[in-house]
T-cell receptor, first 111, second 114 residues
Framework: GNSVTQMEGPVTLSEEAFLTINCTYT??????LFWYVQYPGEGLQLLLK?????DKGSNKGFEATYRKETTSFHLEKGSVQVSDSAVYFC??????????FGSGTQLTVLP | NAGVTQTPKFQVLKTGQSMTLQCAQD?????MSWYRQDPGMGLRLIHY???????DQGEVPNGYNVSRSTTEDFPLRLLSAAPSQTSVYFC?????????????FGPGTRLTVT
């Protein structure tokens, strides 16, 4: 079956630091890949997505590239802000349209 | 558009009680689903529906029931609440036309079973 493994947290960074959250997946076929973000007390919001190999998703300064050869979709941001503090989930969607989530990574950015 | 709405936001139940978590969407999405979120486990799929009158089980369906009589509504019923069902519940929807099957989430219902 499908599975997603993402970097364990929590991650604590200083403002303007570089962020990487690793995500690898196991899936049959050609899944679509997503990063969702959850701010405290809220539901999940789509941050970015990629639907085929070598696609790069980007939004709000965050980027992730769909790497089929390494089955990875690592999330990066060059300079994090305090407002980026949240929980980040990597997820994949296979042919059945169901989302399979990683366990989430808590990010805290200190001023 | 309100998007995906869920009620209630918070609920406390005693073991053995039943209740229904409400979910509605106004985007005319045919696909809807329920997840539960537990610490360190991400979100796990409980039940899903690909259209009115059609439902199926996800990864953790035991103790929950669903029905889909309209496109807009997808209620989740807890038949006899147990402490193991203490969790945060999210409803989501998506459209067949959405690239990569992006799902839109509601704000969640935080349920405590004592």
């Amino acid at each position: 079956g499908n599975s997603v493994t993402q970097m364990e947290g929590p991650v604590t960074l200083s403002e303007e630091a570089f962020l990487t959250i690793n995500c690898t997946y196991t899936a049959t076929g050609y899944p679509s890949l997503f990063w969702y973000v959850q701010y405290p007390g809220e539901g999940l919001q789509l941050l970015l997505k990629a639907t085929k190999a070598d696609d790069k998703g980007s939004n709000k300064g965050f980027e992730a590239t769909y790497r089929k050869e390494t089955t990875s979709f690592h999330l990066e941001k060059g300079s994090v802000q305090v407002s980026d503090s949240a929980v980040y989930f990597c997820a994949l969607s296979g042919s059945a349209r169901q989302l399979t989530f990683g366990s989430g990574t808590q990010l805290t950015v200190l001023p | 558009n309100a998007g995906v709405t869920q009620t209630p936001k918070f609920q406390v139940l005693k073991t053995g009680q039943s209740m229904t978590l409400q979910c509605a969407q106004d985007m005319n999405h045919e696909y809807m689903s329920w997840y539960r979120q537990d610490p360190g486990m991400g979100l796990r799929l409980i039940h899903y529906s690909v259209g009115a009158g059609i439902t199926d089980q996800g990864e953790v369906p035991n103790g929950y029931n669903v029905s889909r009589s309209t496109t807009e509504d997808f209620p989740l019923r807890l038949l006899s609440a147990a402490p193991s069902q203490t969790s945060v519940y999210f409803c989501a929807s998506s459209s067949a036309g959405t690239g990569g099957y992006e799902q839109y989430f509601g704000p969640g219902t935080r349920l405590t079973v004592t």
